[in-house]
């Protein structure tokens, strides 16, 4: 059974930063593709970052690029999204998500497509507030 499992969300002021991590289970990790998406009441979830298995590509949304920095560990089955320079607008919750590789780097929907992914976590809140 997959399951992925965000932690690290929390309460922060402007500016500061924050660093989510992913616990991923049930799968074979390196050849797992990750992504990280946020979503506020009444919009769609949007892509912030994602980091293919094959070569480690790393793709990032227009609003935190130069801000966030996505990572993975393969050998402790984790992934990670750092933000910095946090603003009010980047209140969200954010999950995790993620989906077999099937031992390519091909991308169906985009990297930053919630279509793209068939596995997602519960979700951790994060609150930029002065």
């Known amino acids: 059974q997959v399951q992925l499992v965000e932690s690290g969300g929390g309460t922060v002021q402007p500016g500061g930063s924050l660093r989510l991590s992913c616990a991923v289970s049930?799968?074979?990790?390196?050849?797992?593709?990750i992504a990280w998406f946020r979503q506020v009441p009444g919009k769609e979830r949007e892509g912030v970052s994602a980091?293919?298995?094959?070569?480690?590509?790393?793709y990032y949304a227009s609003f935190v690029k130069g801000r966030a920095s996505i990572s993975r560990d393969n050998a402790k089955n984790t992934a990670a999204l750092q933000i910095d320079d946090l603003k009010v607008e980047d209140t969200a919750v954010y999950y995790c998500?993620?989906?077999?590789?099937?031992?390519?780097?091909?991308?169906?929907?985009?990297?930053?497509?919630?279509?793209?992914?068939?596995?997602w976590g519960q979700g951790t809140q994060v609150t930029v507030s002065a």
């Open positions: 980091i293919s298995s094959a070569d480690g590509s790393t």
């Open positions: 049930g799968v074979t990790f390196e050849r797992y593709f």
């Open positions: 998500a993620g989906r077999p590789s099937h031992g390519g780097s091909h991308y169906y929907a985009g990297p930053l497509h919630k279509d793209e992914y068939d596995d």
